[in-house]
């Protein structure tokens, strides 16, 4: 174990990368999250329904929901929920040594306030992918990123990473896991964006994670896929709210 940046404790990864036994097991986790999966909620937000992410929507739902909120997200987010969840993962990459032209992915970038923070930390070579247009509008502004594209991460995009020619160097993934859509058996996918070995970090939101029982289906989903779990950390999410998240530095190959 270390101790993190924020003064919590990493576990590492010697023990995280699971052998043949695991694969198959069944995620854990209750996919409808249960009856009590919007229990805890953000509090209401103008005319927004802030619960549909915490309710299991079909993704469409969840897109019309991004839609409407992607002129205030940001405001919204930082100011009324305290949304820290980009400052402490754009920190912790920064930790690991990448130079300042690797290639990075802002995978579910959103309004684009992780790649906003990469680029003032240095880093030149930012392309940024999200399932909803008017997020990806909203980011497109910043003009941080070489790249700006559709990814659905409930399906398999590793043709469409290839496509584009490029595998990157570290891929960042903030404020999208937790409770899904996405949910963890999609989380191995995103590997396929990343070069063998390159650091892949993605948070995932502490209420979602006790809710949706990653603690139990985590493992076994990144052992079947080959995936380790180089470290986990907790990180802050809303701290306005008292959610952190868990950040999760993830390898493959
Ligand atoms: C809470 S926001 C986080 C955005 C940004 N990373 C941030 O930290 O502010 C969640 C983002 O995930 C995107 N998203 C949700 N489901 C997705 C999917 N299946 N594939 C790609 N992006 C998705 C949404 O469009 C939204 O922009």
Redesign the pocket.
């Known amino acids: 174990m270390e101790v993190s940046l924020w003064g919590d404790m990493i576990v590492t990864g010697d023990d995280k990368k699971c052998g043949d036994a695991a694969k198959g097991n069944k995620a854990g986790g209750d996919r409808a999250g249960g009856d009590n999966a919007a229990e805890w909620l953000p509090p209401k937000m103008r005319d927004l329904d802030i619960s549909i992410?915490y309710s299991n929507p079909p993704?469409d739902r969840?897109?019309d929901f991004?839609a409407s909120w992607a002129e205030n997200?940001d405001t919204d987010?930082i100011d009324a929920y305290g949304?820290m969840?980009?400052t402490d993962a754009v920190a912790a990459i920064m930790t690991l040594g990448l130079p300042s032209d690797a290639r990075i992915l802002?995978?579910?970038?959103?309004?684009g306030?992780?790649g906003a923070l990469l680029a003032t930390a240095g880093f030149t070579h930012l392309d940024g992918?999200?399932?909803?247009p008017e997020?990806r509008a909203v980011a497109a502004r910043l003009g941080v990123y070489q790249r700006l594209y559709h990814?659905?991460?409930?399906t398999d995009y590793a043709p469409q990473i290839v496509d584009f020619g490029r595998t990157y160097d570290a891929v960042i993934?903030?404020?999208?896991f937790g409770y899904g859509?996405?949910y963890v058996e999609d989380l191995p996918r995103i590997m396929d964006a990343a070069r063998p070995g390159a650091p892949v970090l993605v948070t995932v939101n502490g209420r979602g994670w006790e809710k949706m029982g990653w603690d139990d289906s985590l493992i076994p989903v990144l052992a079947a896929a080959d995936v380790t779990l180089a470290a986990r950390t907790r990180i802050r999410h809303m701290v306005k709210e008292g959610v952190h998240a868990e950040l999760l530095d993830l390898r493959k190959g």
């Not at 802002?106 to 309004?111: K, P, R, V, Y």
């Not at 992918?129 to 909803?132: F, T």
């Not at 990814?151 to 409930?154: E, G, K, N, R």
């Open positions: 992410p993704t969840l897109m991004y997200y987010l949304y969840a980009p802002d995978a579910g970038c959103g309004t306030q992780a992918a999200d399932l909803s997020m990814l659905d991460m409930t993934c903030v404020g999208v859509p996405p």
